[in-house]
C-alpha cells in the first residue's frame, strides 16, 4: 500500500481515539535547579520570612543592628581628684571622662554616693565609653570585639541591666586582638577595616539577648508599657518595660513530649542551659508563665526561631527552634497562650523545642521548676 493510502487509513482513526482521551492542563517542565530546593512554606497571611526556615509577625530591626556603635571609647589613665564645691559624681564623671559609678567601686562609695568637699577620690584608669541614645549592651560589645558578659562583669551591671543615655561604661581588654585572624568562617578579605574584624568576631547569645538587648534610656524616658496587641511593632529605639513581679508558677510550654536533653553538661562535655523536648512539628508553644515579649527573631543561629519573655522578679524564658513567632516584641503573654509553633530550625536534628528559664543571667533546670506530669 503506498503513502497516500496510508495517510487515508489513518487519518479517521487517529481522529477517534483523540476524542477519548480526557484532556489535561498543560503543565511547563519543571525547571532545571543547579543548587539546594528551599524546603521551607511560603509564609502565612501576616507572616513574613525571616530565614529559610522560620516566619514570623512582621517586626523591627533588633535594636543592635539600627543603631550601630563607634567605638570611641577615651583612655583615661588612673588619677587623683579633689573635690570642689558644687562637684557630683556625675559632674566628676565628665571632668575626668570615667564612669560615675566605676568612680564609686573605686573608692567604696554606695547610694546615693554622697561625697564631700575636699574629699580624695581615686579616678581609676581604663577605656570608658559613652553611652548614645538608642545603644545597647550587644552593640556597644560588638564594636569593640569583647563579649558582652566582660563588660558587664567590669561595670558590675545588675538587673535591669537598661543603660542610659551619657553613661559611662568601662570596655576591658579585648579577648581575641583585633589583628587576629577571623574565625574561617568568616572571610576577612586584605584592608577589612580594624571596626570591621571586631563586630565579625563578636558571637551574639542567649545571656546577650537576656542583659543587653534593650536600648538605653533618655533621662526622663521610660520603657514602653506592654500591650496585648500583636499588631504594634515597637520601634529598636522603644525598650520594654519588664514585669514588676513574677505572680505564679511555670507550666511547661508544650502539652506533650519527653525531655530527650537534660540541663547542664553533656556526655561530650557541652553544657545546655536549658531542656530540649522533642515533639511534632507545628506543635503549639505555650507561654510558660505571664509576661511580656522581650524578643522573637533569628539572631542566635544555633536555635533557629526565638521567643524570650520576662516575667518580672528577674525571671525570663526562652524558646528556640520554632518555626513559627506568633508574638511580638513588647506583647503581653498569659500563662497557656500560644506564642509560636515547634519546628526543627537553627542546629536541631529533629523537630524539638530548646527551652530555657533564666534568673537574672544564671540559666536554671527547667525540670525543677515545671509540675510533673501525670
Known amino acids: 500500500m503506498d503513502r497516500g493510502i496510508w495517510i487515508t487509513v489513518l487519518l479517521p482513526l487517529l481522529a477517534t481515539t483523540a476524542g477519548c482521551i480526557p484532556r489535561q492542563a498543560y503543565r511547563p517542565p519543571a525547571p532545571q535547579v543547579s543548587g539546594p530546593i528551599d524546603p521551607a512554606p511560603l509564609p502565612e497571611p501576616g507572616f513574613e520570612r525571616q530565614d529559610a526556615d522560620v516566619v514570623a509577625l512582621p517586626t523591627a530591626t533588633p535594636a543592635w543592628e539600627a543603631r ?24 566628676i564623671a565628665v571632668k575626668t571622662g570615667a564612669g560615675s ?14 561625697i564631700r568637699r575636699g574629699q580624695t577620690l581615686t579616678i581609676p584608669a581604663g577605656r570608658y565609653h559613652r553611652v548614645k541614645a538608642g545603644e545597647t549592651g550587644i552593640a556597644i560589645a560588638r564594636a569593640y570585639g569583647v563579649p558582652w558578659r566582660d563588660v558587664l562583669a567590669a561595670n558590675a551591671l545588675e538587673p535591669p541591666y537598661l543603660l542610659r543615655v551619657d553613661q559611662r561604661i ?68 522603644a525598650a520594654v518595660a519588664d514585669t514588676a513581679r513574677f505572680n505564679g508558677r511555670f507550666d511547661w510550654p508544650v502539652e506533650a513530649g519527653a525531655i530527650v536533653k537534660r540541663f547542664g553538661p553533656g556526655a561530650s562535655g557541652e553544657r545546655l542551659d536549658g531542656v530540649k523536648i522533642g515533639v511534632p512539628a507545628g506543635t503549639p508553644i505555650r507561654a510558660t508563665a505571664d509576661g511580656v515579649v522581650a524578643y522573637t527573631g533569628t539572631s542566635v543561629a544555633t536555635l533557629g526561631g526565638i521567643i524570650m519573655v520576662k516575667h518580672g522578679s528577674e525571671w525570663t524564658s526562652v524558646y528556640g527552634h520554632a518555626s513559627r513567632l506568633s508574638v511580638q516584641r513588647g506583647q503581653a503573654v498569659k500563662r497557656g497562650q500560644i506564642i509560636g509553633y515547634t519546628g526543627s530550625t537553627g542546629q536541631a536534628d529533629r523537630p524539638q523545642l530548646h527551652f530555657e528559664l533564666r534568673k537574672g543571667r544564671d540559666p536554671v533546670d527547667p525540670a525543677k521548676q515545671l509540675p510533673s506530669r501525670k
Open 68 to 91: 550601630p556603635v563607634v567605638a570611641d571609647a577615651r583612655t583615661v589613665a588612673g588619677s587623683r581628684y579633689t573635690v570642689a564645691p558644687g562637684d557630683t559624681l556625675r559632674s
Open 101 to 114: 559609678e566605676a568612680i564609686a567601686r573605686a573608692n567604696g562609695l554606695s547610694q546615693p554616693y554622697t
Open 170 to 237: 568601662l570596655i576591658p581588654d579585648a579577648a581575641t586582638p583585633i589583628t587576629a585572624p577571623l574565625p574561617a568562617r568568616v572571610p576577612a578579605p586584605a584592608g577589612t577595616p580594624a571596626s570591621v574584624r571586631r563586630q565579625a568576631a563578636f558571637e551574639l547569645d542567649i545571656d546577650s539577648l537576656v542583659t543587653g538587648g534593650e536600648p538605653a534610656l533618655g533621662p526622663a524616658e521610660k520603657p514602653a508599657a506592654a500591650t496585648a496587641s500583636s499588631a504594634r511593632i515597637l520601634p529598636p529605639s
